[in-house]
């Protein structure tokens, strides 16, 4: 499930939530 939590996280990466998932 790595492929789809890479485009949940591109989604949240526009709002804070970026903050919580380091950035690879």
Known sequence: ???Q???V???WKRE???DTFPTQ
């Open 1 to 3: 499930s790595g492929a």
């Open 5 to 7: 939590l890479q485009v």
């Open 9 to 11: 996280h591109r989604d």
């Open 16 to 18: 804070s939530v970026a």
